[in-house]
Nanobody, 114 residues
Framework: QVQVVESGGGLVQPGGSLRLSCAAS????????MGWYRQAPGKQQDVVAT???????NYANSVKGRFTISRDYAKNTVYLQMNSLAPEDTAVYYC????????WGQGTQVTVSS
């Protein structure tokens, strides 16, 4: 069993930055990918960014150039650096860890508001 815990959410003004962290722990055999999804109120959950075991990354068009995903392989941790935040980035951000099956965290709230 794999546990996934996110941290780093909060309230930030438009144009500000936040860094989310996600740590996977437990019985981990092999992590294929790690990533971030988000769900805004009244909307479906959408992918934000993912990083594969070979280090390749994918980003949603809406965050390209503003968000950066990175991974610490030794710590089984993935980060999401979010810059130039806008109100439309407000959502609950979920971390996912792709091991034998996907595991999900509980989510962390990000609110961008003045």
């Amino acid at each position: 069993q794999v546990q996934v815990v996110e941290s780093g959410g909060g309230l930030v003004q438009p144009g500000g930055s936040l860094r989310l962290s996600c740590a996977a722990s437990g019985t981990i055999l092999s992590i294929n990918f790690m990533g971030w999804y988000r769900q805004a109120p009244g909307k479906q959950q959408d992918v934000v960014a993912t990083i594969n075991s070979d280090g390749s990354t994918n980003y949603a068009n809406s965050v390209k150039g503003r968000f950066t995903i990175s991974r610490d392989y030794a710590k089984n941790t993935v980060y999401l650096q979010m810059n130039s935040l806008a109100p439309e980035d407000t959502a609950v951000y979920y971390c996912t860890v792709g091991e034998l099956r996907p595991y999900w965290g509980q989510g962390t709230q990000v609110t961008v508001s003045s």
